[in-house]
């Protein structure tokens, strides 16, 4: 029995989460406080599987990079504590709106802070934790922007201002050695990540940020999966303006996107 969940194997059948390395998700989860305004926001289906996977109902989730604030809005759902952080001032007010009114879900605290200040990492983590009676969180999901793709705010320490695969790799490198020290031994973090398309070539960057944690922090690599939304806005049918666009040149429609799954030892 898994000491990292609360699912009842004896439902195995009847269990709905994923155990497939391909996700194909229809559309996006629109219940609840979950809303789509917010430009290469989460998909809310992953932290859900994610979550219920790898922790228990009273445990703690940790977010570098909170957006507006899908995961925290899972958390509150499925009964988690919640830290998390965002540089971006709007998406910090407008999830701090989202939950002014809730009278019953308190476990959660979230920041508005650049996650590659390791002083104010850790003050924030060690701040929210002690409000929770904890000592490390069990599980860590960060889905950080795909270099400067979308440019979420200005700020030159902004990830989303990179433009350089090796600098967003490097800068990513601090974002774990910031958070990782706050994960419990032997529980779970995840990274949400695409690829981009620079200069008439693809750019993994999954796999060089993936590499880089495999070569620098002492994990073990769980799961590479693929996720798939077909309700992806501009490139939705097979009779879209991106299907003309890449038949009448050489490339191929990103629809993907990969959750790398480790294990910290």
């Known amino acids: ?35 789509n305004i917010y430009h290469g926001n989460f998909i809310p289906q992953i932290p859900y599987q994610l979550i219920k996977r790898y922790t228990k109902e009273g ?6 990079f909170m957006g507006s604030g899908t995961t925290l809005f899972e958390c509150e ?25 809730n009278l019953i879900y308190r476990d959660y605290e979230i920041f508005l802070a650049n996650s590659l200040d390791k002083k104010t990492v850790e003050l924030n983590i060690k701040k929210a934790l002690e409000k929770f009676n904890s000592q490390k969180a069990q599980l860590i999901i960060m889905h950080p ?43 779970y973090f995840a990274l949400v990540i695409g690829d981009v398309y620079k200069n008439s070539e693809v750019l993994p960057l999954g796999f060089y940020t993936m590499d ?8 073990k690599l769980k799961g590479i999966i693929i996720k798939n939304i077909e309700g992806n806005r501009g490139k939705l049918g097979s009779g879209g303006i991106w299907r003309y ?3 009448s040149s050489d490339y191929y429609i990103f629809k993907h996107e990969y959750i790398f799954v480790f294990r910290k030892v």
């Open 145 to 187: 922007p795909y270099m400067d793709i979308v440019k979420f705010t200005n700020k030159d320490e902004d990830l989303s201002q990179i433009d350089n695969i090796q600098e967003f790799v490097n800068k990513m490198r601090i974002v774990c050695e910031n958070f990782l020290p706050f994960l419990e031994k032997d529980r």
């Open 77 to 101: 759902r499925l009964n988690r504590k919640y830290i998390g952080f965002d540089i971006n001032e709007e998406m910090v007010e407008y999830v701090n709106n989202q939950m002014k009114d």
């Open 1 to 35: 029995m898994p000491k990292f969940n609360d699912l009842d194997l004896k439902e195995w059948k009847n269990c709905d989460i994923n155990t497939d390395s391909l996700w194909l998700i229809n559309e996006r989860d629109k219940s609840g406080k979950h809303k």
């Open 245 to 247: 666009r890449a038949l």
């Open 59 to 64: 445990e703690t989730v940790i977010e570098p």
């Open 212 to 219: 880089m944690i495999k070569k620098n922090f002492n994990v």
